[in-house]
């Protein structure tokens, strides 16, 4: 977001300017909606990004600014997401961030599409476990993960956005980690 803009805007939507707020939302629209989307799944990260919205509308005036607004929307959003999942019942066997089809939605996944058609192939294969790794870790592992190493977030952008301490971030992207190499190793062993 550029700073000059983001200021101008953030002043008048924190004095009811609806349009400014739009405007600020829709830069930050994309990653408040990863937030939501990985810890709801496809089906209901909208749900939640127009709850996101909402909430985020009602409580701007009192922004302080302690936080960037990029890490306080992706608070609410984490928030949001985490009210929906306990206001649902979960499926038996699916995971959060999977898609109808089973596994992990490719889009969160690097674009392996400008590699040799032997390579995409076994870049497909490894991103089929990796999917499927990351399908059974829990959610907050699941979600600290992708914020750090999909969305780039930094630990205290993490730590902001999902409402932990910097440790806790750090523990969960280290047990994370850990979990999907052995996930991935057996995989491996199993194929061999």
Not at 7 to 26: I, V, W
Request: with cysteine; proline share 4%.
């Amino acid at each position: 977001m550029g700073t000059e803009v983001t200021t101008d805007h953030l002043e008048r939507a924190r004095h009811g300017d609806l349009e400014a707020f739009m405007a600020l939302f829709q830069e930050a629209r994309p990653m408040v909606f990863s937030v939501a989307y990985r810890i709801v799944g496809a089906d209901d990260a909208e749900d939640v990004l127009m709850e996101t919205t909402l909430k985020a509308w009602k409580a701007l005036p009192g922004f302080t600014g302690r936080a960037g607004l990029r890490t306080w929307l992706c608070r609410i959003a984490h928030n949001c997401a985490v009210d929906y999942l306990r206001r649902r019942p979960r499926w038996a066997g699916q995971g959060a961030d999977e898609s109808p089809e089973g596994g992990v939605d490719p889009a969160a996944l690097p674009d392996r599409s400008q590699r040799h058609p032997a390579e995409t192939m076994a870049g497909a294969e490894l991103d089929a476990q990796i999917r499927a790794a990351i399908g059974t870790l829990s959610p907050e592992h699941r979600s600290t993960l992708l914020l750090r190493f999909v969305d780039g977030l930094g630990y205290a952008e993490i730590a902001a956005a999902t409402g932990v301490s910097i440790g806790t971030v750090m523990s969960r992207l280290f047990n994370g980690r850990r979990k999907m190499m052995r996930l991935l190793k057996e995989t491996r062993e199993n194929l061999s």
